[in-house]
């Protein structure tokens, strides 16, 4: 497997409706899907989707949601090194869909794949060493994506952690990262400084990059784009249109899996990032978040115009 993944999966309760619901209102929905959820899983499925070749490390129930996720995975490619927990259920999340803008609002059980722990990953650090991308986010516990990524980092894999949801991060974790891809929300969770414009932007991904992340803090800006800041010097990086936005659920998955496959493939730091820019601006134009993620021809016939 030249990808590793470690995160979960939840099962995604989504809701679409023409305008968020202020505090203690109830409105009429348009649409509820239940569907396969998880950064981790929704980032293994688009690495694989996209033609990576993938593990993911999670913990599952013993219900009919992880029999979701097995399906899913099966479908997508993605080879499963989970861990079946008899105490604690398959996770959940309640996704609220705007109707029109396609903004969303998430709530994240994460059940079973909470208990991820440190002998999860150690059972598993001969397949993370042997890979060539290392990729994990936080909403597993942080220790657990710690020790995930120094195994990594320690046998020269490229290392990639997107910190959603954002929590607070101590320099050595951030050290252990070659690449850092948060969201505007979060950049501004973990710097602490506004992120509104591609000013703030490069002046949160500085402060990022200079806690100790070796090649590149990566912010993604939604309709805007992302901001890349690589030490040296800053870029933005356009968004890829593919026709109508009609659900931004799972944009920054499809980002991270797509970069990941482009790391793994040996592309450049551009190449890469164009890469994952056009996956996910694919996954935007389709309702829900693994069911989104696009295939390989497709990609590339977008690349290709």
């Avoid at 309760?13 to 009429?28: K, L, N, Q, S, Y």
């Avoid at 790391?263 to 990032?273: F, K, M, R, S």
Wanted: glycine letters at 12%.
């Amino acid at each position: 497997m030249n990808i590793l993944v470690l995160g979960i999966f939840v099962a995604d309760a989504a809701f679409r409706c023409d305008r968020m619901p202020a505090v203690g209102e109830t409105r009429i929905g348009t649409g509820f899907t239940l569907g396969p959820g998880g950064k981790g899983s929704n980032q293994a499925v688009a690495a694989a989707r996209a033609g990576g070749t993938v593990g993911l490390i999670s913990r599952l129930g013993q219900d009919t949601f992880a029999d979701m996720a097995e399906e899913v995975w099966r479908a997508a490619g993605v080879t499963p090194l989970v861990t079946r927990d008899a105490e604690h259920p398959t996770g959940a999340a309640g996704i609220f869909v705007e109707e029109g803008t396609g903004r969303n609002a998430i709530v994240v059980s994460p059940g079973a794949a909470g208990q991820l722990s440190l002998a999860d990953v150690e059972a598993r650090a001969g397949a993370i060493a042997g890979a060539k991308v290392a990729m994990t986010q936080l909403e597993q516990p942080i220790t657990t994506a710690q020790r995930f990524l120094e195994i990594a980092a320690a046998a020269g894999v490229i290392t990639v952690l997107n910190p959603a949801p954002a929590a607070e991060i101590r320099d050595d974790l951030l050290a252990l990262c070659d690449y850092l891809t948060p969201n505007e929300t979060e950049a501004e969770a973990l710097t602490g400084l506004p992120v509104t414009t591609l000013a703030e932007a490069e002046a949160a991904a500085r402060a990022l990059m200079a806690r100790g992340v070796r090649k590149g803090v990566i912010v993604t800006l939604g309709d805007q784009g992302a901001y890349l800041w690589d030490g040296v010097q800053g870029a933005r990086l356009p968004p890829v249109h593919a026709g109508p936005t009609l659900d931004t659920t799972g944009a920054g998955d499809a980002f991270n899996g797509g970069f990941a496959t482009a790391l793994a493939e040996g592309q450049g730091l551009p190449d890469a990032l164009r890469f994952a820019s056009t996956v996910a601006g694919l996954s935007v134009t389709r309702i829900g978040t693994a069911a989104a993620m696009p295939d390989r021809a497709e990609v590339q016939a977008l690349l290709a115009r």
